[in-house]
T-cell receptor, first 113, second 112 residues
C-alpha cells in the first residue's frame, strides 16, 4: 500500500481562518517532502518543500511542519482565501537522495466565504 | 516561459488504438517525468528520464513506452490502449533529479 496518506480527505474552513492539512508517511528513509496544490482541471502546483534535516519551513502564508518522530507532515495556510480552495497533495521521496516521488491521495480544501 | 506544455489536452481512443502524448519544457531542465492520476488518487509515476538519453521505469510502467527525444521533449506512447489506461496524464520536469518538479496542465485520456 501507499506509505503516504492523509488524515482528512476533506476540509472546510471559513475565509480568513487558518487551515491545517495533515499527512502521514511510513517510510523512515524518506528525506524529502513536498506539498502541491491542484486546482480543478489543472496540473499540480508546487507550494513548499522540506528536507528531513529541518522541522519547519515557512513560505508566503504557508508553513510546513515535519515531525520525524511520528512520521507526520502538515501544511498550515494562514488567513485562508477563496483562491486556496483546491486539492492538496503531500509527497515523499521513496529513498534518501532520490526525487522519485510518492504522492498521497489528497485533501480537498473548501473555503467558505 | 511557457513552462511545461502537453498535447493534446483531451483524447478519446478505442481499445487497441495507439497514440503518443507529447510533453515539452522550456526551462532547460534535465529531468522529466510522466505520471498518471486516477479519480480520488494521487499521482503515480509511470516513467522518468533523469537526463537526456536515459529513461527508467517508475511505479506503473506496464503498457507504456517513453522517448526522450531531446532535452526539451519527453513523449509517452500507448501501443495498444486499454480501458484501464483511462486517466489524466501529467508531465513534469525538474532542473535535476534532485530538484523540485514542475507540472504541465495534463492530458485527459479516455479509452473506450
Amino acid at each position: 500500500g501507499e506509505s503516504v496518506g492523509l488524515h482528512l480527505p476533506t476540509l472546510s474552513v471559513q475565509e480568513g481562518d487558518n487551515s491545517i492539512i495533515n499527512c502521514a508517511y511510513s517510510n523512515s528513509a524518506s528525506d524529502y517532502f513536498i506539498w502541491y496544490k491542484q486546482e480543478s482541471g489543472k496540473g499540480p502546483q508546487f507550494i513548499i518543500d522540506i528536507r528531513s534535516n529541518m522541522d519547519k519551513r515557512q513560505g508566503q502564508r504557508v508553513t510546513v511542519l515535519l515531525n520525524k518522530t511520528v512520521k507526520h507532515l502538515s501544511l498550515q495556510i494562514a488567513a485562508t482565501q477563496p483562491g486556496d480552495s483546491a486539492v492538496y497533495f503531500c509527497a515523499e521521496n521513496r529513498e534518501a537522495g532520490s526525487y522519485q516521488l510518492t504522492f498521497g491521495k489528497g485533501t480537498k480544501l473548501s473555503v467558505i466565504p | 516561459n511557457a513552462g511545461v506544455t502537453q498535447t493534446p489536452k483531451f483524447q478519446v481512443l478505442k481499445t487497441g488504438q495507439s497514440m503518443t502524448l507529447q510533453c515539452a519544457q522550456d526551462m532547460n531542465h534535465n529531468s522529466m517525468y510522466w505520471y498518471r492520476q486516477d479519480p480520488g488518487m494521487g499521482l503515480r509515476l509511470i516513467y522518468y528520464s533523469a537526463s537526456e538519453g536515459t529513461t527508467d521505469k517508475g511505479e506503473v510502467p506496464n503498457g507504456y513506452n517513453v522517448s526522450r527525444l531531446n532535452k526539451r521533449e519527453f513523449s509517452l506512447r500507448l501501443e495498444s490502449a486499454a480501458p484501464s489506461q483511462t486517466s489524466v496524464y501529467f508531465c513534469a520536469s525538474s532542473r535535476t533529479s534532485e530538484d523540485t518538479q514542475y507540472f504541465g496542465p495534463g492530458t485527459r485520456l479516455t479509452v473506450l
